[in-house]
């Protein structure tokens, strides 16, 4: 295994520091009334020992509307992520999984022995669903294997208005 494959696959995922992300990434994130709870700067929130889901609502963007980064991470017993999902996403109006899809990074594994070949990537189980509109596909994650990686990615797309496209 290629010495920057092996570190990833080894590699204990510490849980989301929230409150830095928030003295970070403040300045890009926005309250609307008609999500979940209209006075949080979430729009949706739980966290408990073994698990977070979150929904951090983010201004919008002139290309691609009103957005948010949802992240949810399982932690093992000692505390470390287990599993990790953060999905850059329309969330208003809602449209279903395939037409709100920006962007996501994830590590649920996808190597079931009839897993077609377009589904696997060398960072196994590290992925990036990276075209927007289009969750089947995917590549390698060398990158964003935390929120705080998720938000440093998303940033600049928020704070210059930016369109995001993938490179292919």
Same mark, same amino acid.
């Given at each position: 295994m290629p010495k920057r494959l092996?570190?990833?696959?080894?590699? =204990?995922?510490?849980? *989301?520091?929230?409150?830095?992300?928030?003295?970070?990434?403040?300045?890009?994130?926005?309250?609307?009334?008609?999500?979940?709870?209209?006075?949080?700067?979430?729009?949706?929130? #739980?966290? /408990? $020992?073994? $698990?977070?889901?979150?929904? !951090?609502?983010?201004?919008e963007h002139p290309v691609h509307?009103?957005? %948010? =980064?949802?992240?949810?991470?399982? +932690?093992? @017993?000692?505390?470390?992520? @287990?599993? +990790?999902?953060?999905?850059?996403? @329309?969330?208003?109006? #809602?449209? %279903?999984?395939?037409?709100?899809?920006?962007? *996501?990074?994830?590590?649920?594994?996808?190597? *079931?022995?009839? /897993?077609?070949?377009?589904?696997?990537?060398?960072?196994?189980?590290?992925?990036?669903?990276?075209?927007?509109?289009?969750?089947? @596909?995917?590549?390698?994650?060398?990158?964003?294997? /935390?929120?705080?990686? *998720?938000? #440093? !990615?998303?940033?600049?797309?928020?704070?210059?208005?930016?369109? +995001?496209?993938? =490179?292919?």
């Amino acid at each position: 295994m290629p010495k920057r494959l092996e570190s990833i696959s080894s590699i =204990l995922l510490q849980p *989301a520091d929230l409150d830095d992300i928030l003295d970070n990434y403040g300045d890009i994130l926005e309250s609307y009334i008609n999500l979940h709870d209209k006075n949080s700067i979430y729009g949706n929130y #739980k966290q /408990t $020992k073994t $698990k977070l889901d979150v929904l !951090f609502p983010l201004k919008e963007h002139p290309v691609h509307g009103i957005t %948010g =980064l949802h992240a949810t991470e399982k +932690y093992d @017993r000692e505390g470390y992520v @287990r599993e +990790y999902h953060y999905q850059w996403k @329309r969330i208003m109006p #809602k449209t %279903g999984i395939i037409f709100s899809h920006i962007s *996501a990074w994830e590590n649920e594994p996808h190597d *079931a022995p009839n /897993t077609p070949g377009e589904y696997l990537v060398e960072t196994e189980p590290h992925h990036h669903h990276h075209v927007p509109g289009d969750r089947k @596909r995917r590549k390698e994650n060398y990158d964003v294997l /935390t929120l705080e990686a *998720a938000f #440093k !990615f998303v940033s600049p797309y928020i704070r210059s208005g930016e369109e +995001y496209k993938p =490179l292919e």
